[in-house]
Nanobody
Framework: QVQLVESGGGVVQPGGSLKLSCAAS????????MGWYRQAPGMKRDLVAG???????RYPDSVKGRFTISRDNAKNTVSLQMNSLKPEDTAVYYC?????????????WGQGTQVTVSS
């Protein structure tokens, strides 16, 4: 299993910046994809940013140009740099990992961290 722990959430003003981090630990052969998702009250959980083990990234239009995802494969960590934050970015942000062990693929989630953008 893989355990994921997020950190870096908080309260910022519109236009501000915040950096989220996620550390993975446990027993696995390889972590394939990692990503960040968010969920606002009354909404479903949506992808914010994803990155493969080879460094291929993807973003939805809502955050493209403002958010940047990166990972350190040696340390099994993934980060999300968020700039030019807007009130509509307010949500609980979750770290996700897709990993393989003994030929089987699994997916795990972190506990979530709150991001609030407000004046």
């Amino acid at each position: 299993q893989v355990q994921l722990v997020e950190s870096g959430g908080g309260v910022v003003q519109p236009g501000g910046s915040l950096k989220l981090s996620c550390a993975a630990s446990g027993s696995f052969f390889r972590i394939n994809d990692m990503g960040w998702y968010r969920q606002a009250p009354g909404m479903k959980r949506d992808l914010v940013a994803g990155i493969t083990s080879g460094g291929i990234v993807r973003y939805p239009d809502s955050v493209k140009g403002r958010f940047t995802i990166s990972r350190d494969n040696a340390k099994n960590t993934v980060s999300l740099q968020m700039n030019s934050l807007k009130p509509e970015d307010t949500a609980v942000y979750y770290c996700n990992a897709i990993y393989t062990n003994y030929g089987t693929t699994y997916t795990n989630w972190g506990q979530g961290t709150q991001v609030t953008v407000s004046s």
